[in-house]
T-cell receptor, first 111, second 111 residues
Framework: DADVTQTPRNRITKTGKRIMLECSQT?????MYWYRQDPGLGLRLIYY???????NKGEISDGYSVSRQAQAKFSLSLESAIPNQTALYFC??????????FGSGTRLTVV | GEDVEQSLFLSVREGDSSVINCTYT??????LYWYKQEPGAGLQLLTY?????DMKQDQRLTVLLNKKDKHLSLRIADTQTGDSAIYFC???????????FGTGTRLQVFP
């Protein structure tokens, strides 16, 4: 099994719908992150969490919310999806001063 | 804020060397990272360099760090078609809590 698992791998949804992307990890890391990837823009941080009780906004948090249900689970929600949220979303985990471990990504298309 | 910049594309012939460049603004990082993203996959840590080093070599990979110019480069010797991917430079800056990624450089290797 992968260290960081994202579900679903692909999703097409309609404008205005609520959607949740899920992430679970077996690394035992406290720190978890959600990034989105757009062509030519690299990865941009949406939210991050250092433990179950800690949630922090990243550079592009508007239109998104997160929930850290357990050390191993960190979900990302789009309350009302819009087309410009079409992107590739990555979950990642880390420990201090150690490289990140990424999931395989969720490709989200909002039509 | 912190900024990390890369050129978007690089095309090389198989067997030649590839050099991917990155500039960053925050010079307080302890480490700087290179990640590789293969098609349809998440990011994988390729290599990293301590900020007190000028160079690090790892098999076909050579990382050069010029702290004065805030310039990081990744050289891939004897580039193979399997090296075709997107390469991301990443800098945690003074805040080791989260990585700032460059835009990514898409390396295309042709026969």
């Amino acid at each position: 099994d992968a260290d960081v698992t994202q579900t679903p791998r692909n999703r097409i949804t309609k404008t205005g719908k609520r959607i949740m992307l899920e992430c679970s990890q077996t690394k035992g890391h406290d720190r978890m992150y959600w990034y989105r990837q757009d062509p030519g823009l690299g990865l941009r941080l949406i939210y991050y969490s250092f433990d179950v009780k800690d949630i922090n906004k990243g550079e592009i948090s508007d239109g998104y919310s997160v929930s850290r249900q357990a050390q191993a689970k960190f979900s990302l929600s789009l309350e009302s999806a819009i087309p410009n949220q079409t992107a590739l979303y990555f979950c990642a985990t880390s420990t201090p001063n150690y490289g990140y471990t990424f999931g395989s990504g969720t490709r989200l298309t909002v039509v | 804020g912190e900024d990390v910049e890369q050129s978007l594309f690089l095309s090389v012939r198989e067997g030649d060397s590839s050099v991917i460049n990155c500039t960053y603004t925050d010079s307080s990082s302890t480490y700087l990272y290179w990640y590789k993203q293969e098609p349809g996959a998440g990011l994988q840590l390729l290599t990293y360099i301590f900020s007190n080093m000028d160079m690090k070599q790892d098999q076909r990979l050579t990382v050069l760090l010029n702290k004065k110019d805030k310039h990081l480069s990744l050289r891939i010797a004897d580039t193979q078609t399997g090296d075709s991917a997107i390469y991301f430079c990443a800098d945690p800056g003074s805040n080791t809590d989260k990585l700032i990624f460059g835009t990514g450089t898409r390396l295309q290797v042709f026969p």
